[in-house]
T-cell receptor, first 114, second 111 residues
């Protein structure tokens, strides 16, 4: 779904470097999320934001920070990348006005920390 | 609602057979249970969902059942086809936090 755009799509970075993953959406949704996917570990929540002024930690927030710059933008930062942060990162959105909480994923960002 | 257990982690079936994936949740406040399918190299996408006031929902070859008393829900795929091969994730939602996903089931349909 091109409505949720992640940049970069692939990135190799060195240990100790700061890296930012950006997410923007044109779906008009108020809620945004960052998930991490590792083989065999499913989708784990890093941070989520229910509106521009709301930031919440997920189950694996250590080593990460986020910024909700606008309703449509939600960025994820690794202040000092380490190799075990090598993973596939997904941004996602949902609409609080919908009756459920269907979330829509971006295409993912592959991050390799060497 | 912090934990969703999903079984099995891998499942191999012959084309035409049925496949069943089960999830259990812990928060009695959970009220929405979606299933996502992730094909190789792609993003997860919603395939079916069920709300807590419904016991079963069907969409062509896929169905989901919910047992609120036992706190478990299942995905059923009938007449499986090779294109059903993917990783399937269950999730639950209470309204107070984000979706919590299970660890995924890799389904392989053998032609």
């Amino acid at each position: 779904d091109a409505d949720v755009t992640q940049t970069p799509r692939n990135r190799i970075t060195k240990t100790g470097k700061r890296i930012m993953l950006e997410c923007s959406q044109t779906k008009g949704h108020d809620r945004m999320y960052w998930y991490r996917q590792d083989p065999g570990l499913g989708l784990r929540l890093i941070y989520y934001s229910f509106d521009v002024k709301d930031i919440n930690k997920g189950e694996i927030s250590d080593g990460y920070s986020v910024s909700r710059q606008a309703q449509a933008k939600f960025s994820l930062s690794l202040e000092s990348a380490i190799p075990n942060q090598t993973a596939l990162y997904f941004c996602a959105t949902s609409d609080s006005r919908s009756s459920g909480n269907t979330i829509y994923f971006g295409e993912g960002s592959w991050l390799t920390v060497v | 609602g912090e934990n969703v257990e999903q079984h099995p982690s891998t499942l191999s079936v012959q084309e035409g057979d049925s496949a069943v994936i089960k999830c259990t949740y812990s928060d009695s406040a959970s009220n929405y249970f979606p299933w996502y399918k992730q094909e190789l190299g792609k993003r997860p996408q919603l395939i079916i969902d069920i709300r807590s006031n419904v016991g079963e929902k069907k969409d062509q070859r896929i169905a989901v059942t919910l047992n609120k008393t036992a706190k478990h829900f299942s995905l059923h795929i009938t007449e499986t086809q090779p294109e059903d091969s993917a990783v399937y994730f269950c999730a639950d939602y209470t309204g107070r936090r984000a979706l919590t996903f299970g660890s995924g089931t890799r389904l392989q349909v053998q032609p």
